[in-house]
């Protein structure tokens, strides 16, 4: 006789609960292949991709530099950097033979990019969730992120309008590693602060946990698979600014005089469908494929708002508007500025490290001032 195992009713109504999101998603990989083009669709899967293992793994960059910082511990930081050497070691070799159809993550060191690099890793500690965290976190439901989000948004549009003023203080070309070279160099220096952070580490930390091994390597291949299909780096910053700069369009808003939006690339995606930038679908895939996975996860799309006074709402909202704002002016936030900006040989990127992780330690202590300490 063959036997069957029960379902809890508990969770037969999450997982039918979960269906319609399932088959949103399906809809909106058919629908944007169809009416974008296949590598839009494709794209798009990618982002879900990216959504499905931060949120399903647990991975992130705020909260590993929180746990470095706090505790000494490194496994989280060991993930990030071995996942950006996997990247680079392929990324690189692309570029150096590619050049006309790829392109990497390039910033311009100054004192707007490190200044807004600090000011970005202090805020990101505050609401514990950087660029793709806030993405995830808000895909997941949490409260915090919901606020910031839109904030981030408008915050990004008004560090894009004020990017040249900012810039003109004073600001290097781009500076790139490339070619073999560049390559030994970035993972000569990506072994160097793997070992500084593990020479630093409390006893008994000394290691990367196993889903977080994981994690590091399948968003390697997501955004080696980014990097070849959209011809770009992954990032988050450009979409968020330009979801907002639609809708003060919308609005009525004139922002064609700025020199950001002026450039014709800009001018046009922002006359364009969202669907065919590439930026905001890896965006939109990354809080559906988080949905996805919390819609799976007992208590998590309904988890209750945390008890926070009013202040902490209050610095939620200004926290989301300051990370928009200093990630524009620091050519990106952790993705797009650190784990793509290293991985494809821009020095910006290491200096945006140190900047923000300097910031994200005057975070940690500015978050009970804050009051984003509150009992859940």
Known sequence: MSST?????????????????????????????????????????????????????RFGFAGPWRAMIERRDPGGILAQLLSIALVAAVALPLLATYPD???????????????????????????????SGT??????????????????CVGSLLGSIHLNWWTELGAL???VLSGGTGLGLTLVA???????????????????????????????GLAIGNLIVAGQPWGVVYGLGLWAAKGAAALGADIS????????????????SILTDYTSLTNIGMILGAAWIASHRAGSLDQPAPRLP???????ALSGLVLGYSSRLAFGCNVGALYSGIATGSLHGWVWFAAAFAGSALGLRLRPWAGMEGKR
């Open 257 to 272: 005089g700025s020199g950001f939006w002026a450039a014709p690339v800009n001018a046009a995606t922002l006359h364009g």
């Open 101 to 131: 159809e790829l392109v990497g993550a390039q910033g311009r060191i100054g004192w707007a990019m490190i200044g807004g690099a600090f000011v970005f890793g202090a805020a990101m500690q505050i609401v514990l969730g950087c660029g």
């Open 190 to 220: 990506l072994a160097a602060v793997a070992v500084l952070v593990v020479a630093l580490a409390a006893p008994g930390t000394r290691r990367i946990q196993r889903h977080h091994l994981l994690a590091a390597v399948l968003l390697a």
């Open 5 to 57: 195992v029960a379902i809890p009713a508990t969770e037969a109504r999450r997982r039918l609960g979960a269906l319609p999101l399932t088959l949103l998603l399906l809809a909106g990989l058919a629908g944007t292949a169809l009416f974008a083009g296949a590598r839009f669709g494709l794209v798009l899967a990618l982002g879900l991709g990216f959504g499905l293992v931060l949120e399903g793994l």
């Open 310 to 316: 009013l202040r902490g709402w209050v610095a939620a």
């Open 135 to 152: 993405l995830v976190n808000a895909g997941s439901g949490n409260a915090v992120a919901l606020v910031a989000l839109p904030l981030f």
């Open 173 to 175: 070309p781009p500076l």
